[in-house]
């Protein structure tokens, strides 16, 4: 249902969007990756609407702006951000031996960079719909069948194979196992934040600052970027490996999440099991 939400409602904008798009002086693809980016949300909230109703609507939306909670939680988030800037980073510093002479006088500019920064964080995060679709509903629709571990890895393996056909429709090359490892890897780093804070706000924020890193890469940076470009999916690896890193030590430091099984609070509580849903209806 979510690739043909996301990519029903996005390809027809693929086509459509760019004249409309240049006329309203928005960024290049906008409409249609903003649609597409929404697949996920709707989709999910049909599910959740069809198994819960207002009851599960309510609790998505209690979920979704809650804020106030502990700061080891926004610590975490601004780890997970830093992962791919320091990442990116440090794969350019032998960018000299492959002939890029990069251009590096915008990090100077550290008050634009930094309100550069900030926009693309509230567009991103205001345009971003996957992680009510893959937090809020995919991963609590697998726990309620399998441990943490196993709807986290199901979770970052149905996620890479949503973004894959998002490749072919723009002309991106791809390398698939890296691009697995990658989601599969911040399906960790989100989950563990979700389940532990029982905020969805935060898995937002993060996934969209994440997303912005890359986004001001791109911009300020043209040459460093061009170079990642070049380096084919050797670049894709060093991100997977990164990410992947940064998993095992939350896996290693709250094992004991990942090994069990999670049971939500009853008044958090909307996805059940097949047969439970029967047996309600006929109760």
């Not at 690896?237 to 990942?258: K, N, P, T």
């Amino acid at each position: 249902m979510t690739l043909l939400v996301t990519y029903g409602l996005g390809l027809p904008w693929a086509f459509l969007s760019p004249s409309l798009e240049q006329d309203l002086g928005l960024r290049e693809e906008f409409l249609s990756l903003m649609i597409m980016r929404f697949g996920p949300t709707i989709a999910g909230l049909l599910v959740v609407a069809a198994i819960a109703g207002r009851h599960g609507m309510r609790i998505w939306l209690r979920q979704l702006l809650r804020w106030r909670v502990s700061l080891r939680y926004y610590a975490a988030v601004a780890v997970f951000v830093a992962l791919p800037f320091f990442v990116t980073v440090l794969g350019t510093v032998p960018a000299s031996q492959f002939g890029v002479s990069a251009d590096l006088s915008a990090a100077r500019d550290w008050v634009g960079l930094g309100i550069g920064y900030v926009k693309e964080i509230a567009y991103i995060t205001l345009t971003n719909g996957e992680e009510t679709g893959w937090r809020f509903v995919l991963m609590p629709l697998l726990l309620t069948r399998f441990r943490v571990w196993q709807a986290v890895a199901a979770t970052g393996v149905i996620w890479a194979f949503w973004h894959m056909p998002a490749f072919f429709l723009f002309g991106q090359a791809a390398e698939w196992f890296p691009l697995i490892g990658i989601c599969m890897a911040w399906a960790v780093l989100y989950g563990w934040l979700y389940l532990r804070s029982g905020s969805l706000l935060l898995p937002v924020i993060a996934h969209g600052a994440a997303n912005a890193t890359f986004y001001i890469y791109e911009a300020k940076f043209p040459a460093l970027n061009a170079y990642w470009e070049a380096m084919g999916p050797t670049g894709d690896w060093i991100f997977a490996a990164g990410g992947s890193a940064l998993a095992a030590v939350v896996i290693f430091r709250d094992c004991s999440l990942f090994q069990g099984f999670h049971q939500p609070q009853d008044d958090e509580k909307w996805a059940t099991r097949p047969k439970d849903r029967f047996q309600d209806r006929r109760s």
